[in-house]
């Protein structure tokens, strides 16, 4: 059989990193996420780009799946072996290979998290920003295109690589980008797979773009009346040119789950909390005239501060949330849903999106990143109660529509998947088609990561 | 015949609006830059994205070639038909569609040029602030992957298009991207058809994010004693987190160019020409704080200014280098060349260039922006020397085979087109070989500006 047969050949390759313990391959066939177990046949542990190269070589030979593996945080499925194959776990190639301060870039094999760059970059005052909640691996958030907190000011995974080496399905290595700033020689194939979730090729190396330490930064907290008046204090601050690092929004189940979690005492209010950069001069005034706007739309006191640890213990709780959210239903599991609207349209969505859940029989706290547009209800469900999960999935189907209807898409961050399929139709028509026929181009023998973000080939 | 046929079909579609004279052929068949004219057999002036499919469905059908036609301003012979075919002007789809303050986003036609739209957003306290000098046409600019002085603070065409509609190669319409801020749903198409030059499929239609107009802006230029210390001090103003709107330099040729143009006085001398953007204190303060950094690196005295007259002559004279440098040699054109290094070897890569240039007969002289990394010599050729011709592009190719050494790219902002395709390979390997995959796939026929961009086909 063609899987036995490339197991025998990647044996040969790999010697004792090529895992085929239950345990191993267990641990490889779960997500984060509702979505069943779907273990691989085989979990590669590969060392060096030759090492990948041959891997898709013999996959590619015998036609079996490859799928790529960095720290298992993506929330819709993407390492899920839906038709077995060979999982490649980056978790060997984590080393940061070459440090360029004067350029302020950094070059990086995949299995490297973003805490662990960051340590290493400690000493340098760069620091890499983009910022997803987890301590996933940069070749994983390469892959989904991630974001997160400080998206707002310092952009996404879009914008903060330079340039890739990707393994494509036949073998071929190939290098995208360069190291300079911008360039117009050709078609951007660093941002075709930025996003492609392995579908197109396996990532082995990363050029990322760094950014100065703020020399200070202030952070802080407020309640408001209501969602509207949260987002009209967030586009006014936005078209003042106030520049936010961060800006999160918690609805009031989230606050309270908040409270329960941490103790903290949160009103039951939609909250904004809010970080800026700069010399410690502009923090302190931008915190300021946050602080005047935020009074004039009907906010609690805007409280500041620029001490580092009232900072963290702000920004924990924020990271902490999805935690915090699903210690409030001893036993449940989540389904988190991830849209993204025009910012003219985020407080009728979250208010749409809140009237929903109360009339369904699921817990569903909101929080998210205010500035881009991009909000999660995490749905609380039952393991044991399948009702739950149709619920949750029907919501979150509605949410991708209402996403859609107001000019939105139906993930802002986490991704495709196995979570999204079912939208992308909608969401790009005849596009969706030209995804598809992108794919077929690279990997005409549909060995890369599988069942995941194109059309199902017929 | 095909291309008979295919204007017979095209009278049909859009009257008087095909353009058959010798004059509009003659007008469509010429470039900005040293390139032979190459005239269309047709000229297309489509009003709506229905007639531009009908256009590229008459010429799908019998296997005519489309080329995409802006403002015309493009540097390496974008628009120049090497096969015949029909151009496809979008002159006349010059409608700002859109303007949606709140979202800070604006929805327009190819057509329209950046200073046309930014005369239509006045009102509204917002910009859009991609600036490639030339009045170029925003769907051209979405082809070329422009950028500009302003690139270093608001980014390129790729960081400010949010999403596209696309007329393919075959007739179908889709449309890219959303309104939302971010995504992370599929293939960013958007991305793969910025900088694709035509080659995959023409623009209809563009969403594009805005800027707020700052409060203030400060800007000025100063003087310095060698290209070390001009980038030394761009350097330390990046990594002390300054944020620059622009940072220009002129090289002491330059400088004598604009003297002789402009009846200024600058020295003979590397320049810098830099702006600040936000508050009244805050763009103040960053001149200052600009000042006393080019100080410590023995730049002539900083003058800076906040006034709107000041800046404007400042600019214009930038803005005008390119004639400034032609009227240095009468009867001059120009190979302009477009490397981009990374700012560590940007010193290096200029005195190289320059050292390069003095050597040969031409005069070269070179402008850039700093911030990014990217410069250009203007070799100015005498048209009745060929064996000008041939030395300016003896250079170029030197430049662009220094900037690969130095880990840049062959051409960081004027495109590929018919001038840059020599060092796709150099610059791509194996990648260069996936572009013309991706363009297989979407293009079968090869009718999409065929001879630009992609490896040549068999």
């Known amino acids: 059989m063609a899987t036995e047969q490339a197991i025998r050949l990647l044996q040969e390759l790999l010697g004792p990193r090529l895992g085929l313990s239950k345990a191993d391959l267990a641990a490889h066939g779960k997500s984060e996420s509702y979505f069943p177990d779907m273990p691989p046949d085989a979990v590669a ?191 006014e601050t936005i078209q003042m040119g106030i520049p936010m690092a961060r800006i999160e929004f918690a609805d009031a189940a989230t606050a309270q789950a908040f409270n329960a979690y941490a103790g903290t005492d949160m009103a039951a209010a939609p909250h904004l909390m809010v970080e800026f950069h700069g010399s410690p001069e502009s923090a302190a005034q931008d915190a300021e005239r946050f602080a005047e706007i935020v009074a004039d739309h009907g906010a609690s006191p805007f409280r500041w501060s620029a001490r580092e640890e009232e900072r963290r213990a702000l920004w924990s709780m924020r990271h902490n949330g999805y935690y915090a959210i699903l210690a409030s239903r001893p036993g449940a599991r989540a389904v988190v849903t991830d849209i993204c609207v025009p910012i003219s349209q985020l407080a009728r969505a979250v208010e749409e999106t809140q009237a929903d859940i109360a009339a369904s029989g699921i817990p569903g706290p909101i929080l998210g990143h205010v500035g881009d547009g991009n909000f999660h209800a995490i749905l609380l469900i039952d393991p044991e109660r399948p009702e739950d999960l149709t619920e949750a999935k029907a919501l979150s189907a509605r949410m991708s529509e209402r996403a859609l209807r107001l000019g939105g898409t139906s993930t802002g961050e986490h991704g495709v998947g196995m979570g999204k399929t079912a939208f992308m139709r909608a969401e790009h028509g005849e596009g969706w088609d030209v995804m598809g026929e992108l794919k077929k181009a690279l990997d005409p023998l549909g060995i890369m990561n599988p069942g995941k973000l194109v059309p199902p080939t017929q």
Not at 93 to 114: H, K, S
Request: with cysteine; glycine share 12%; charged share 20%.
């Open 45 to 235: 542990y590969p060392e060096s780009t030759a090492e990948v190269q041959g891997i898709a070589r013999i996959c590619a030979a015998e036609r079996v799946p490859v799928i790529g593996w960095g720290a298992g945080t993506s929330l819709e499925g993407h390492g899920l072996a839906v038709q077995g194959g060979v999982v490649v776990d980056f978790s060997r190639m984590n080393r940061v290979l070459d440090i360029r301060a004067a350029d302020m870039d950094v070059e990086v094999e995949p299995g490297v998290t973003r805490e662990a760059l960051n340590e290493d970059l400690r000493a340098t005052g760069l620091f890499f920003p983009v910022d997803p909640g987890a301590n996933a691996s940069l070749g994983g958030m390469a892959m989904t295109r991630a974001s997160g907190t400080t998206t707002v000011r310092y952009g996404s995974m879009r914008d903060n690589v330079m340039g890739l080496e990707v393994v494509l399905a036949d073998g071929r290595v190939i290098q995208t980008g360069s190291r300079a700033r911008k360039s117009a020689a050709g078609y951007d194939l660093t941002a075709l797979f930025l996003g492609s979730e392995g579908t197109l090729g396996l990532v082995t190396r990363l050029t990322l773009r760094l950014h100065g330490i703020p020399e200070a930064t202030t952070a802080g907290i407020c309640a408001f009346p209501d969602m509207n008046s949260a987002v009209a204090a967030v586009t």
